[in-house]
């Protein structure tokens, strides 16, 4: 996310005068969880697929439209690649995919996946709403952070890191299907599927006017699933490192197991927080209270790729302790004691509603959240030519700092400030100071939601990437992009 060179240079500009790290508050916690369920209690009418379920051809001429509002990047690396997978299927494989229930893996991979594809370009199509724009800059920011050529290197070794199998174009973005909750389509599965050389990231049409803690799940989508999915081979290095690891400390084939069978969603996890910081554990703990009956679920599938929530918050306090900024064990510490809270005995329950126990104690479950949060983090991967995933990405005091201050500005009515616009100030910041900000006692949660798009919204306006026209900036980044993604699909 931040070049080293860059971010001391946003220092000087944002929190000249700081004197005081903030202190982690979650008082004001139950207030954000109300807000995410309110939002969708009165959630915004969005664009659907249903009406292009059986018109293909209004469904290409529609896409045709929206193409020139795109910048030039993704009208290559997304809508003309996918408007050309469509005329190959033909309208008679098409309506035949919409029109039967699937009976294959695949159909039922592009039941689902077509509709999000078109919707994330037809948002795009006339005017494009505020909140798209601030959900496609977060969503780019969060993916450059990992995967963009400066920030490919070895902190310790300044050692280039092989660019990602599956390319470094940010994912486009969609708001809707409200069930299902945040997603994401990686790079590597609109590859194989549609031909696409992006992902997509999807928010609940909630988040389009509320709902402010669930935005800090863009982490976990972004510069979770869609990085670790970027590099092929790079999930299964590490659920080998989070397995061996568990093993070695416990001795519990079970346990090694359920971590590594939840790899994915752990690592997301994990990368969310090395680049969005301590006010992520927070926003998470309330996001999942507000999708359940107020408190963190210690109930869960054998089979889901999901930690048990309770494990979720405890692997959050593990991972904040291991980031390189000062106050790092006291959020830590905070994110624990707001987790134990939600605290009792974890089962798994199968499909018809019959429970069976964890494989180990809480206690020793809580203990194993260490070890696979240190495995994720500092495991020298040799798909990373022998670095780590917190060599790449990390949270230091200079972000902690720009937080602390931005968390301030946002809770005064008015513009993003000069000094917090341009190069070096990422939207990670707004999305981080917006959910510490909101936690705190006394929040206006309605007022920091609405400085929150705005500022993302004003930073995307001077976004390079998102010219109409080419530009050196986005040739280049089409150029590695594209070549990065042509390689062979697993």
């Known amino acids: 996310m931040i070049p080293s060179m860059l971010r001391m240079g946003?220092?000087?500009?944002?929190?000249?005068?700081?004197?005081?790290?903030?202190?982690?508050?979650?008082?004001?916690?139950?207030?954000?969880?109300?807000?995410?369920?309110?939002?969708?209690?009165?959630?915004?009418?969005?664009?659907?697929?249903?009406?292009?379920?059986?018109?293909?051809?209004?469904?290409?001429?529609?896409?045709?439209?929206?193409?020139?509002?795109?910048?030039?990047?993704?009208?290559q690396a997304a809508a003309k690649p996918f408007i050309q997978f469509l005329k190959?299927?033909?309208?008679?494989?098409?309506?035949?995919?919409?029109?039967?229930?699937?009976?294959?893996?695949?159909?039922?991979?592009?039941?689902?996946?077509?509709?999000?594809?078109?919707?994330?370009?037809?948002?795009?199509?006339?005017?494009?709403?505020?909140?798209?724009?601030?959900?496609?800059?977060?969503?780019?920011?969060?993916y450059d952070g990992f995967l963009s050529e400066e920030d490919r290197a070895g902190k310790l070794t300044g050692r280039p890191i092989d660019p990602p199998t599956y390319g470094i174009i940010p994912p486009l973005v969609k708001f809707g299907s409200a069930d299902a909750g945040p997603y994401t389509w990686p790079a590597s599965a609109t590859k194989e599927l549609l031909g696409m050389g992006c992902g997509i990231v999807s928010l609940p049409p909630a988040q389009l006017k509320g709902g402010l803690i669930a935005w800090s799940t863009l982490g976990h989508e972004t510069a979770g699933h869609d990085v670790t999915h970027a590099d092929e081979g790079l999930l299964e290095e590490l659920a080998q490192k989070v397995h061996d690891a568990v093993m070695s400390k416990f001795n519990s084939?079970?346990?090694?197991?359920?971590?590594?069978?939840c790899i994915d969603e752990s690592s997301a996890d994990v990368c969310g927080y090395l680049n969005m910081g301590p006010s992520l554990g927070g926003g998470l703990i309330g996001y999942f209270r507000a999708l359940g009956n107020g408190k963190l679920r210690t109930i869960g599938y054998s089979d889901d790729p999901h930690p048990i929530d309770l494990l979720r918050g405890y692997l959050a306090a593990a991972a904040v302790k291991r980031l390189h900024f000062k106050d790092a064990a006291l959020w830590s510490q905070m994110i624990t004691a707001e987790t134990r809270k939600d605290n009792g005995t974890l089962y798994f329950v199968d499909s018809e509603g019959n429970l069976s126990p964890f494989p180990v104690s809480l206690n020793l479950a809580i203990q194993s959240t260490e070890v696979v949060a240190q495995a994720i983090m500092e495991s020298k991967l040799d798909v990373l030519q022998g670095h780590s995933l917190q060599e790449i990405q990390d949270w230091t005091d200079d972000d902690q700092a720009i937080v602390d201050n931005l968390t301030t500005t946002l809770q005064m009515e008015g513009s993003l400030p000069?000094?917090?616009?341009?190069?070096?100030?990422?939207?990670?910041?707004?999305?981080?100071?917006?959910?510490?900000?909101?936690?705190q006692k006394g929040a206006k949660i309605s007022v920091l939601f609405n400085q929150m798009v705005r500022f993302l919204s004003a930073m995307h306006t001077e976004n390079p990437t998102w010219s109409p026209m080419p530009t050196a900036q986005s040739l280049a980044l089409l150029e590695h992009g594209l070549k990065s993604t042509s390689g062979s699909m697993r």
Request: hydrophobic share 50%.
């Open 10 to 75: 946003i220092l000087v500009l944002s929190t000249a005068g700081a004197l005081h790290a903030a202190i982690p508050d979650f008082s004001n916690i139950n207030n954000c969880i109300y807000d995410v369920r309110k939002a969708e209690s009165v959630a915004p009418a969005v664009l659907t697929f249903d009406s292009y379920e059986a018109n293909y051809t209004q469904l290409l001429a529609d896409l045709q439209a929206a193409m020139p509002n795109l910048p030039y990047v993704y009208q």
């Open 88 to 142: 190959k299927l033909g309208q008679t494989k098409y309506l035949r995919i919409f029109r039967f229930n699937a009976t294959d893996d695949r159909t039922a991979a592009l039941q689902q996946i077509i509709p999000d594809a078109a919707l994330a370009i037809l948002s795009y199509y006339g005017t494009v709403s505020q909140g798209v724009v601030a959900f496609q800059e977060v969503v780019s920011d969060l």
């Open 253 to 261: 084939m079970e346990l090694a197991n359920y971590w590594a069978s």
């Open 418 to 439: 000069a000094s917090l616009r341009g190069p070096g100030f990422y939207a990670a910041y707004v999305i981080a100071a917006s959910t510490q900000a909101a936690l």
